[in-house]
């Protein structure tokens, strides 16, 4: 059985940082992706990392402020968040596939979800004063 477990969630001031965690259990992970879902906004990935592909990727909004970590085989993932502001407020996932993804794909994929094919419940990150 496939589980993806998020944490390290939690409510944050502006400016602050936070760093979230993904554990991966009953699968051959290749990589991790991580998403987040604003409220009335569709899911965007905006940091992946992932075997031989030139990874980590990031989207434009979080490049310079977001890092993600991690050590094959890819069964636990880190993403460290600094600079928060409130436009990061959002749910958190951590997502994978049982087949090798290129992230830069992930990463600009026009699907909001990429096609990733398991997913963690996700993790609350709030940005307020």
């Known amino acids: 059985q496939v589980e993806l477990v998020e944490s390290g969630g939690g409510l944050v001031h502006p400016g602050g940082s936070l760093r979230l965690s993904c554990t991966v259990s009953?699968?051959?992970?290749?990589?991790v992706a991580w998403f987040r879902q604003a409220p009335g906004k569709e899911r965007e990935a905006v940091a992946c990392t992932a075997k031989g592909d030139g990874s980590p990727y990031y989207a434009d909004s979080v490049k310079g402020r977001f890092a993600v970590s991690a050590e094959e085989p890819y069964n636990a993932v880190h993403l460290q968040m600094a600079s928060l502001n409130p436009e990061d407020t959002a749910v958190y996932y951590c997502?994978?596939?049982?087949?090798?993804?290129?992230?830069?794909?992930?990463?600009?994929?026009?699907?909001?979800?990429?096609?990733?094919?398991?997913w963690g419940k996700g993790t609350q990150v709030t940005v307020s004063s």
């Open positions: 997502a994978t596939d049982s087949t090798p993804f290129p992230c830069q794909v992930i990463i600009s994929h026009p699907r909001s979800d990429a096609g990733m094919e398991y």
């Open positions: 009953g699968l051959h992970s290749y990589g």
